[in-house]
């Protein structure tokens, strides 16, 4: 599975929009990004997913040029309550089972939401 | 979560004991996966299954055993405990591997 490099740490404000931007340059025909939030004591909750373009929920938007090497999940207006760890993963996708064998987490972005 | 519980939530147990550790789900999903989480390390996943009596090995699988005899259960056992199997564990679940992961709330296992 494709790599992914994402900023270690994020400082913003109550009430900004963040982008935290995750690359994968060798991201495969198949694969598809998920984003999960992580906060103290917790296990990781699912945000968002894609392939191409954009995908907006409740929660986040994800942006995802062309060439799919790299994304963006923008969280609008952010509060102290999003203060997290954000992972960026590279899923491999197909049909049912073509990817069962487990999401590969990095480190993760910490963002810091200050009042 | 609803629908995804681990048991217990927190152990502490002596070096060279056997552990196990539970995690029920309610949502009939087919992949259930075990993952630990260690500062500086992030998620390394232990095990996962595809479906009952089916599993198979993660990155970090050594001195971990699986088993799932039901669809809603999935132990995890450390056949002997170490001090650097001091973690917090976390469970997994998903309906499909094209559809998000539910986490549970984890298990901190200190071993001493």
């Known amino acids: 599975l494709a790599k992914t490099t994402q900023p270690i740490s994020m400082d913003s404000y109550e009430g900004q929009e963040v982008n935290i931007t995750c690359s994968h340059n060798?991201?495969?025909?198949?694969?598809?990004i998920t984003w999960y939030q992580q906060f103290p004591s917790q296990g990781p909750r699912f945000i968002i997913q894609g392939y191409k373009t954009k995908v907006t929920n409740e929660v986040a938007s994800l942006f995802i040029p062309a060439d799919r090497k790299s994304s963006t999940l923008s969280l609008p207006r952010v509060s102290l309550s999003d203060t997290a760890v954000y992972y960026c993963?590279?899923?491999?996708?197909?049909?049912?089972?073509?990817?069962?064998?487990?999401?590969?987490f990095g480190k993760g972005t910490h963002l810091i939401i200050q009042p | 979560d609803a629908g995804i519980t681990q048991s217990p939530r927190h152990k502490v147990t002596e070096t060279g004991t056997p552990v196990t550790l539970r995690c029920h789900q309610t949502e009939n999903h087919r992949y259930m996966y075990w993952y630990r989480q260690d500062p500086g390390h992030g998620l390394r996943l232990i095990h996962y299954?595809?479906?009952?009596?089916?599993?198979d090995k993660g990155e970090v699988s050594d001195g971990y055993s699986v088993s799932r005899s039901k669809t809603e259960d999935f132990l995890l056992t450390l056949e002997s405990a170490t001090s650097s199997q001091t973690s917090v564990y976390f469970c997994a679940i998903t309906l499909d591997t094209n559809y998000g992961y539910t986490f549970g709330s984890g298990t901190r296992l200190t071993v001493v």
């Open positions: 060798n991201i495969a025909t198949n694969d598809y």
């Open positions: 993963l590279v899923a491999r996708g197909g049909n049912s089972g073509g990817g069962a064998d487990g999401l590969t």
């Open positions: 299954s595809y479906g009952v009596k089916d599993t």
